[in-house]
């Protein structure tokens, strides 16, 4: 069995996956945090697995940069691998003073400057929002390794160079702490496919003070992302 996009046999997803932008990341946290993994698909280098985190069976793909590219991976894992629980795990930039650097962030809902979900919805205004129970649990999971984490709302763009010189003061206003480029549309597939979604991101630069995390530091925000992950996936 195969997809246009994913080349893995039926059933070779946990019902509970873990997506990274960067196929890099998932075989890291394949190789780094689970036990017994194996590399289940490939195509185009979008690296999957599946394998054990504290005996239970879980896996992590790669769902690649922007809305268009995370929705195709989102889909064909729900639609036909039966995925239950996506989480992504990413990195975002912020806008406010009071969001910093190596912050780990939930996006409990998502605006955008993405149509996908006015396509799907009819033309409505769709509210991209997380599944209440993995943000409950994420937050649970990130309590008890003492991470500190913040929810609250994102916004998902379809440009990382954004020409709208005013955007940053709107989301500073409007109290948005992590900006990225796929939650919006992975809220929306879930909700078309009736399928469980949540985001949760370290941030990585500050879009207003131009401050950003060498690769060390990334590294080690990442790994405690990772575990809150992690963790709340064998809840
Ligand atoms: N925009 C700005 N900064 C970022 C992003 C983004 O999409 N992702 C990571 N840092």
Redesign the pocket.
Known sequence: MATPHISAEKDAFADTVLMPGDPLRARYIAEHFLQDAQQITAVRNMYGYTGFYENQRVSVMAHGMGIPSCSIYATELITEYGVKNLIRV????AVRDDVKVRDVLIALGASTDSRVNRLRFNGSDFAAIADFGIVQTLVQAASANEIPVRVGAFYT?DL?Y?PDGELTERLRRYGVLG???ETAGLYGVAAEYGAKAATV?T???H?VSGESLDSDERQTSFNQMIRIALDAAVR
């Open positions: 990413g990195s975002c930039g763009s990382f954004h900006v990225e480029m991101c941030v990585s630069d879009m």
